[in-house]
């Protein structure tokens, strides 16, 4: 669903005509009565927020997106397999959650205790965890030796090019200190990962 209001947003700043019977304020509407996920309306705003008020980022993301649709509508296009295939705007996702998106997630142990180090969670009582430390834990996540804070926005954080060490989510140093092997890919293609970022990207709770 974001990825859809992005595409439509970004569309119309491209100066697309779209059928009269395309609504785009009339679509957000619809999104905010029907949505159940909470976060959604958040990370849509603040993802056009990011590409709208970076010139460069925008023209990029025009760019992507004119040579995915290469003549077709904004209809004809399945928007989760378009997050698949531009690796730009799946990031932009990516990090619009982790950047935006502080939740509390609840979890329980129905049978027995469960040792947290320091502390100790009892059978069946309810523990809350928030999803700011990880989300921006300076240890984990890549800023480009300071270049980009955890506490900004970095369009490319969760793009992996093979050819640049240096790139994707996680932090070099802490990749390679968990021995984490490089990926073979047939291509040299900059792509889209949330490799072994489980536990420090939870915008939906984790599991």
Not at 85 to 104: D, F, G, N, Q, W
Request: net charge negative; glycine share 6%.
């Amino acid at each position: 669903m974001m990825m859809m209001f992005l595409l439509t947003l970004i569309l119309g700043w491209l100066g697309r005509e779209f059928p009269l019977t395309f609504d785009p304020l009339q679509n957000l509407a619809n999104v905010e009565k029907s949505s159940t996920i909470g976060n959604l309306v958040i990370s849509c705003m603040f993802g056009a927020y990011h590409i709208l008020q970076d010139k460069t980022l925008l023209k990029r993301v025009r760019h992507e997106l004119e040579d995915y649709l290469d003549g077709r509508s904004v209809h004809e296009v399945d928007p989760h397999q378009m997050g698949r295939e531009i690796p730009l705007l799946a990031s932009i996702y990516a990090e619009t959650m982790r950047v935006h998106i502080k939740i509390y997630s609840a979890y329980s142990s129905p049978h027995e205790d469960v040792n947290l180090g320091r502390w100790t969670l009892p059978k069946g009582a309810l523990a809350l965890v928030n999803s700011a430390p990880s989300h921006m834990d300076k240890t984990f996540w890549n800023t480009k030796n300071g270049q980009y804070p955890v506490e900004t926005f970095w369009a490319d954080r969760f793009i992996v090019d093979p050819a640049d060490p240096q790139s994707g989510p996680i932090d070099p140093e802490y990749r390679r200190s968990l021995n984490i092997p490089e990926k073979k890919r047939e291509d040299m293609k900059p792509y889209f990962s949330l490799d072994r970022c489980e536990g420090g990207w939870i915008p939906y709770g984790g599991k």
